[in-house]
Nanobody
Framework: QVQLVESGGGLVQAGGSLRLSCAAS????????MGWFRQAPGKEREFVAT????????YYADSVKGRFTISRDNARNTVYLQMNSLKPEDTAVYYC????????????????WGQGTQVTVSS
């Protein structure tokens, strides 16, 4: 098993940037493809981005493409989400998650989840 802990959330003005980190412990994070999801109040959990085990392949939701970048450092057992040009509609709790299924955008296929970190973007 792997345990995941997110950090880096906070309050930022529209147009600003944040970098989220997801630190993995337990089983080596490189065993898993990793994803970021988000959930705003009253809304369903939404796929944001995913990265394969090596870090060589990524995929993004259309809503964040060109603004967000997912990356990983397997030596540090850490996955990142760099978020630029933030918009108020990006406000949500952001979760990192691990899966054995590469390339999945379906949250139900991720078996390991962090506790989430709040991102609030003010207009």
């Amino acid at each position: 098993q792997v345990q995941l802990v997110e950090s880096g959330g906070g309050l930022v003005q529209a147009g600003g940037s944040l970098r989220l980190s997801c630190a993995a412990s337990g089983r080596t994070a490189s065993t898993y493809a990793m994803g970021w999801f988000r959930q705003a109040p009253g809304k369903e959990r939404e796929f944001v981005a995913t990265i394969n085990r090596s870090g060589g392949s990524t995929y993004y939701a259309d809503s964040v493409k060109g603004r967000f970048t997912i990356s990983r450092d397997n030596a540090r057992n850490t996955v990142y989400l760099q978020m630029n040009s933030l918009k108020p509609e990006d406000t949500a709790v952001y979760y990192c998650a691990g899966t054995l299924r590469t390339g999945s955008i379906n949250w139900a296929e991720y078996g390991y989840w962090g506790q989430g970190t709040q991102v609030t973007v003010s207009s």
